[in-house]
Every structure is written in structure tokens, then in C-alpha cells.
């Protein structure tokens, strides 16, 4: 059986012994598959991205969330995505956390897109309005679309939201439902990068101990 585990972070930096536990936001086993995007615009302004899915043919969509990170006490904010408005706001706020740098208070909020994506489109120009910055913003987007297709093999995948305080230095836990199947493929995407440079603020990511690498920029 093939098993593949995306798990989505919005964090700081990933290596210290102290643990933090975090959301499990979602959680699903079917067959079919996950793909994901994401769009950052400049730290001072707006912008527009792309976000590109490939589905395979055949399938329909199992879920669908579109993300936002805030940065300290932003005003509500309205994006659009293939000409949809979608509103951040206290409403959809799953998680509080501070940035002592970017802010104070801030979160992850989530949108469920569920019933407006759909499998046959490949492209989603996301639009976000211009927003000073740094502070007091949205600074990531991201897509999350899961598929069902009976004729692909089972996958597992998760959601972890953070619910951590900023800090120099941050390890998360994460405890599943499903185990991670070792013995199948295992993916891994980080919700995460806004606005940093690689010698302050950048994230430095570890999984068990193994360095995957560094986020900025």
C-alpha cells in the first residue's frame, strides 16, 4: 500500500530539545492523493500568484482548505482566488500564537474551499490587496486539495497548525492518528517562509534529529 503524509507548518525555527505540541487540524485516510500551493506576496505590498494543480483524470475533490498566516493585529482582509472572494478574519482564526518580532498577537486562519475547486481547472491566480508591512499583515497563502480517485492507492495525510509563541528556537511534536508508514512514500511541506532572510529569521528545519534545510526569503 502507498501512503503519502503531508503535513503543513507555519513555524519559526524547527531543533531545540524543549517540545511543542501542535494542532492536528485535519486528518484523513482515502484513496486518491493531496496537492498543494501556496502564493507570499512582497513584505510591503500585494500581489498576485498562481497556484498550479494537477489532478489526475477521473477524480473528485475529497477536501480543500486555503490558509493564511497573520502577523500581529492585521484588519480583516479580502483575496480572491480565480475571481472568488475569500475573507480573513477573527471568524476563521483556528490558532493564536505571539510574534514578538512581526506584531505580538497573530494565527493561522482557514477557509474551507471545498465545494469551489474543482478537479478540471489547473490554474488559480490568487490576488491578494496591497498591505504595508512588515507587521500587522498576512504574510503566507497556501492551498491544500485532497482527491479522491478509486483507482489510485490509499494515502494518509495530516494538517498540523502552529500554536506556538515565536522564539529563536522552537521543536515541535506532532502525535497522529494514523502512524506514518515507513515502508511507503512520505511527503512533507511546510507552510512557512514569509518574510526573513537566511542569517535572522530564517527557518532551520529538522525532522527526528535530521537536518532538511533552511526557509527564507
Known sequence: ????????????????????????????????????????????????????????????????????????????????????PYTFDASNQVTSFNSPIYGGPSGVHVIDVTSDIDPLVPYYTLIIPFQSGPSDRYNDFYLYVAYDNSSLSPVNTAIYLNTSDFDSVINFTINLINPIQTSSDVGLSLFTGYICDNGQDAEIIFFNSDTLGTIGG
Open 1 to 84: 500500500m502507498k501512503v503519502k503524509f503531508v503535513l503543513l507548518f507555519f513555524l519559526w525555527i524547527l531543533s531545540c530539545p524543549v517540545a511543542f505540541p501542535q494542532l492536528n487540524y485535519y486528518e484523513d485516510s482515502f484513496n486518491g492523493g493531496v496537492i498543494t500551493g501556496g502564493f507570499s506576496p512582497d513584505a510591503y505590498g500585494g500581489g498576485a500568484g498562481i497556484i498550479t494543480l494537477v489532478i489526475p483524470a477521473g477524480s473528485t475533490i475529497h477536501k480543500a482548505y486555503l490558509m493564511a498566516g497573520r502577523h500581529g493585529n492585521a484588519a480583516a482582509l479580502t483575496v480572491t482566488m480565480n475571481s472568488l
